[in-house]
């Protein structure tokens, strides 16, 4: 008796990713696929200045759509609207998935409920600090991801999925239509946080496997991530969804760095204009802002070194939320490319 026929389309949506591409195309050719499974692959770019789409015609992807100047979340429609799979993924044009990567994920792909899985993305083997250390805070921010991590997490496991590494079966779409076009950044998760509160099946499963070789690797690289990551709308869409009780952790940190950094900012005013000292400890609420979820995270990762590397990468990343929340960056160009608006 034949297996059952089932094909997975693999989206990439790109932006001057002709570097990269051959490395993903080689990953996609060596996945190992379970019996009667196929591979439709279709990249989307928005508007590549560095061939590109020439690229993808030349390494055989089935299909190479243009769309210049579309955002992301515009492209990420047009690649589900161009996919016949039952099953479907969503990759970045420098992420390369493990061998196995379908053989683990086709499982759950076949299950007659709306489902989403994902796990965060690692460093190239060659990565530095921030890297290594931003990692580690994805791999330990969701508390219900125990020590067994093989197991998947489904406890607010949206938080842990993002476009890198994302697959869901078709059914999904019937909860969870499309990407949210208004907003710049951030549709991944608002996509998967609306599949969650839809009753979806949504599981961050660790053996899904992927490298992502575009990690930031200088602080200003990091910082202008976080700087474009950061969106006001996704945030409020979680805490006028969830109500706050599911998911909220990035906002309320967001919130709260903002606050404290409006007391430091008095505090310094103040022990500067009165000449009294006193007036510094209102930098106190910076830096329990800042400690606190670092210590956290080492202590679950048992690193006393990563709490130090954490407590940089927090500040610097609350820094770019409260610059957001506050609205002093209107138009915001990818990190990758600062000169493109």
Not at 163 to 191: I, K, Y
Not at 235 to 253: C, D, P, Q, R
Not at 297 to 324: K, M, N, Q, T, V
């Amino acid at each position: 008796m034949n297996a059952p026929r089932h094909v997975l389309s693999i989206m990439v949506v790109t932006l001057n990713e002709a570097e990269h591409l051959p490395l993903l195309k080689q990953a996609l050719d060596r996945l190992h696929r379970p019996e009667g499974w196929t591979l439709e692959t279709i990249l989307v770019d928005g508007g590549s200045r560095d061939g590109t789409v020439e690229a993808a015609a030349e390494l055989g992807f089935d299909q190479f759509l243009m769309y210049p100047g579309a955002s992301i979340p515009v492209c990420r429609n047009h690649a589900l609207h161009a996919a016949h799979g039952d099953a479907l993924a969503f990759l970045d044009g420098d992420c390369l998935p493990a061998p196995n990567w379908l053989q683990e994920a086709a499982p759950y792909l076949v299950r007659v409920e709306p489902t989403l899985l994902g796990y965060p993305v690692q460093p190239p083997p060659e990565g530095n600090w921030i890297q290594r250390s931003w990692h580690a805070h994805w791999a330990h921010k969701n508390a219900h991801a125990r020590s067994t991590r093989q197991e998947p997490v489904s406890k607010d496991a949206f938080r842990l999925i993002t476009t890198r590494n994302m697959l869901f079966n078709r059914l999904l779409l019937e909860v969870a239509p499309a990407f949210d076009e208004s907003l710049s950044t951030g549709e991944d998760t608002d996509f998967a946080f609306r599949a969650t509160q839809a009753g979806a099946c949504v599981l961050a499963v660790p053996a899904l496997n992927v490298i992502h070789l575009g990690e930031p690797a200088t602080l200003s690289q990091y910082f202008r991530q976080q700087l474009w990551h950061a969106n006001r709308k996704a945030y409020a869409t979680i805490l006028k969804s969830g109500g706050g009780k599911n998911g909220a952790n990035a906002v309320f940190f967001s919130f709260a760095f903002l606050a404290g950094l409006i007391f430091a900012i008095v505090g310094l005013l103040l022990a500067l204009l009165r000449w009294n000292a006193g007036f510094l400890l209102l930098l106190l609420p910076l830096a329990i802002v800042t400690l606190l979820p670092a210590a956290w995270i080492s202590r679950r990762a048992r690193s006393f070194r990563l709490f130090c590397r954490l407590c940089i990468l927090y500040f610097l990343y609350g820094l770019a939320r409260a610059i957001d929340l506050v609205g002093l960056s209107p138009r915001k160009a990818s990190w990758k490319f600062p000169a493109r608006i």
